[in-house]
């Protein structure tokens, strides 16, 4: 593994006590609000496959992620007082079936009590005794797990440390610079395969090699499209041989470091002169809405500024005709660009909070007729988020328009001149800042070129 991404990283060290900080403040903040004494944070028990005994891949609770970049360490537990040093139950069983987690290390490891246990159950006697002060915070599909605690993710604390982790700290800022660089390698050794020809299966790869992750460490499957299957938009399929003409290949690849995920798209054409005039453009629109994120501004603006744009493309590019606010209205950019702007990031690809609009729960609905649109905060610094507009021959959607006020609009010949192209999406991410904004994606591309 490159050395950036070891637990020794000297940078990181620097920053992760102040992160700590923070996630304590939040928390003491959560206790106090639920009224209780303790946070009892469960990293998570493996799942069986249905009659079997082989275990889905682990996934940890993401809260537990965020005390400490364990996203191995099953049925382990942080045991946070406010004013006293996190306690961190690390689970290391007696097992020769398995590996065993190591001892644990790193520049995490001074800022906790770290008590190791070989069996599950003798985590109970790390815990406070007062069970009625604790609240626990994690996944129990087993109550047992909780060792009495009854009051289980109560939404007091969980909406108010939801709303807070919108906003990421230095230490992660710098995780998620790393997490970026980890995924412009992958991108460039994707994009090579593709220009080598390679079919789906080996471009994916190709692309798992540079970022050194197994399919599971992907913080989501990859999305390795050529030709028509960019439309799909979750397309997770891997065609192991070639198609005859390569005409398009859409990546919607990301990498993770400590926990921390990037989540990048990239369109490349393979010779077709309009298809690339189409790509550059929704690049400029792309990078134009990027240029618009700023602290104050209300993503659902973006969003829905970013419809009124890719009208003016879909205009230029004979692809609708008529006036932008005639083809939002009528349905035409939805029916090109039907998944929201983008999303909050961090320990989770879509992370948690998007549609809070403050701690204590209250929600901000998607705007009318954009149903899928994941974050509708007002933008405050160091959010991290994704700007991710696309344009697709989706003929599901597209033949809805049929018959409507919409059909007129549409240049059906153009349609049929992209279907074979699959689609376009751009997708950065991006950091918050005033006035300005931090792009993750472009700087880690121009550190790996
Ligand atoms: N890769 C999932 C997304 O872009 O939201
Ligand atoms: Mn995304
Ligand atoms: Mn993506």
């Known amino acids: 593994m490159n050395a950036n991404y070891s637990d020794n990283n000297a940078a990181l060290s620097a920053l992760y006590g102040a992160h700590l900080d923070t996630v304590k403040a939040r928390h003491d903040h959560a206790l106090e609000q639920a009224g209780a004494s303790h946070a009892v944070i469960f990293s998570g028990a493996p799942k069986l496959a249905f009659l079997d005994d082989y275990y889905h891949p682990f996934k940890a609770n993401p809260h537990f992620v965020g005390w400490a970049p364990l996203t191995a360490l099953p049925y382990s537990y942080i045991v946070y007082t406010p004013g006293e040093t996190p306690v961190l139950v690390y689970y290391q069983p007696r097992d020769y079936w398995h590996v065993v987690p190591d001892i644990p290390s790193g520049y995490w490891t001074d800022h906790f009590d770290i008590r190791v246990v070989n069996e599950s159950d003798e985590a109970a006697g790390h815990l406070p005794e007062d069970r009625e002060k604790c609240i626990a915070i994690g996944e ?61 299966f080996e471009i994916h790869r190709a692309y798992c090699q540079a970022v050194s992750h197994t399919d599971p460490e992907l913080p989501y499957g990859n999305i390795i499209a050529l030709n028509e299957h960019g439309a799909v938009l979750h397309y997770t399929d891997l065609d192991r041989t070639a198609p005859a ?23 490349y054409a393979n010779g077709d002169q309009r298809f690339a005039d189409l790509i550059a453009r929704m690049e400029q629109l792309e990078l134009e809405i990027v240029s ?30 008529g006036e932008p606010d005639t083809l939002l209205e009528t349905g035409v950019t939805s029916a090109f660009f039907p998944h929201g702007l983008g999303h909050l990031l961090g320990i989770q690809v879509h992370d948690v909070g998007g549609h809070q609009q403050d701690e204590a729960g209250n929600i901000i609905d998607p705007p009318s007729g954009h149903p899928f649109l994941r974050l509708t905060r007002v933008l405050e610094e160091d959010m991290v988020l994704t700007i991710e507009p696309g344009i697709y021959v989706i003929d599901m959607l597209l033949e809805n328009l049929r018959g409507t006020p919409a059909e007129s609009h549409v240049n059906w010949e153009t349609v049929d001149w992209l279907r074979p192209f699959g689609g376009i999406r751009i997708e950065d991410d991006v950091r918050v800042m005033a006035g300005t904004q931090e792009n993750l994606t472009r700087d880690a591309f121009a550190r790996v070129s």
């Open 245 to 267: 003409d390569m005409r398009s290949f859409l990546i919607d690849a990301g990498a993770q470091v400590h926990g921390y995920a990037s989540d990048i798209t990239r369109t």
């Open 140 to 200: 129990f599909d087993d109550d047992t797990l909780a060792f009495g605690i009854e009051r289980i993710n109560p939404n007091t604390a969980i909406n108010i440390l939801h709303f807070a982790r919108g906003v990421k700290t230095e230490y992660e800022l710098a995780v998620m610079r790393l997490a970026a660089e980890r995924g412009a390698a992958g991108h460039l050794a994707a994009e090579a395969a593709f220009r080598d020809g390679q079919p789906e």
């Open 292 to 321: 618009n994120v700023e602290a104050g501004v209300d993503y659902r603006d973006l969003h829905v500024g970013a419809h009124g744009m890719i009208a003016a493309v879909l205009v230029e590019a004979g692809l609708a005709h």
